[in-house]
């Protein structure tokens, strides 16, 4: 497949320098004010340009959009409300009957009947297994799984909270001192609002609601507690009751929340440090638990691909 790639953040990076390796070629890589196109971008030159001057290329990031692609990559960062640009970058794609691949969330967390009525207006198609846990392929055993025999979903699925979590925990730390280590280790951003707060998981769990009840719910739809507010103390009790806390998503009929929930110290959703996990709830599977890597740019690229993999060749 041809790939058009728009955003050069870690995900839009590895997807550029990756495709060579999945069997794709890159004509087109875009940052925020920039644009190399081709035939054949060379990505390492196109992605040391961007190190060097700030800029993938000589091109306006519109040419991006422009370009002779089968498949839209959007990996710009996630906004919320209107979702744009990726909003206005899925719906030119779709006009002229290309694929989308996402890993911003915002469309599809945001505008999810917006996106499925322009899919149904084209011969392009959307998918978004990368919005969802990273490299956890979620969506696809929903997918396999049929969303109508999915009862509910629940997991944690944000490492930084997690991983924030995790550390208070084991080490008896406050909340203050364990983001510190967090940012210094690259594990939290600088500003980490998105992620403690909760709204990142909450997207999540908006996009999964939307694909098991086939549309109809927005950020604005979920109940969100973030774990700022969540004391050491609260770990060190949980702990002599053979209990912890994490930050736990779920889906439950026409339920989306996110908050702390106090969880077997032991059990499955317990996992440590970055990683994420989502169990489904199934009428004739019983329950299925999906775990692994839920960030980082060649995890969540490994998603990209495994969703361009599925997209049926263009007339």
């Known amino acids: 497949m041809r790939l058009a790639v728009v955003g050069a953040g870690a995900v839009g990076r590895a997807v550029a320098d990756l495709a060579g390796e999945y069997g794709h070629d890159v004509v087109a890589l875009a940052d925020s004010s920039s644009a190399a196109v081709g035939e054949g971008v060379d990505v390492e030159a196109a992605l040391a340009t961007k190190d060097d001057t700030g800029r993938v290329g000589e091109h306006d990031p519109e040419a991006a959009l422009e370009a002779d692609y089968d498949v839209l990559v959007e990996a710009t960062p996630t906004t919320l409300g209107s979702a744009e640009p990726g909003f206005g970058h899925v719906v030119s794609a779709l006009e002229r009957d290309r694929h989308v691949v996402l890993a911003n969330k915002g469309p599809v967390a945001e505008r999810y009947d917006d996106v499925r009525a322009a899919e149904r207006e084209s011969a392009g198609s959307v998918r978004f297994e990368a919005t969802v846990g990273g490299a956890i392929p979620v969506l696809s055993t929903i997918a396999d799984a049929g969303p109508g025999q999915v009862t509910a979903a629940r997991g944690v699925l944000n490492g930084t909270a997690n991983f924030i979590l995790t550390r208070m925990a084991a080490e008896g730390l406050d909340y203050e001192h364990v983001l510190a280590e967090a940012q210094d280790l690259g594990v939290a951003e600088a500003d980490p609002s998105f992620d403690v707060e909760g709204t990142d998981a909450a997207l999540k769990c908006v996009i999964l609601a939307n694909v098991l009840g086939d549309g109809g719910y927005t950020l604005d739809d979920a109940d969100v507690t973030g774990i700022t507010d969540v004391p050491g103390e609260a770990l060190e009790l949980a702990a002599e009751d053979g209990r912890t806390i994490r930050l736990i ?47 980082g740019g060649p995890e969540t690229a490994t998603a990209v691909f495994s969703d361009v993999g599925r997209l049926p060749p263009l007339e």
């Not at 026409?254 to 199934?282: F, K, M, W």
Request: aromatic share 0%; glycine share 18%; no cysteine.
């Open 249 to 295: 998503g779920e889906v439950v009929g026409d339920r989306v929340r996110v908050g702390p929930r106090l969880i077997p110290e032991h059990g499955t959703l317990a996992v440590s440090g970055t990683r994420n996990i989502v169990q489904l709830e199934t009428n004739h599977a019983g329950r299925l638990n999906v775990s692994g890597r839920g960030a």
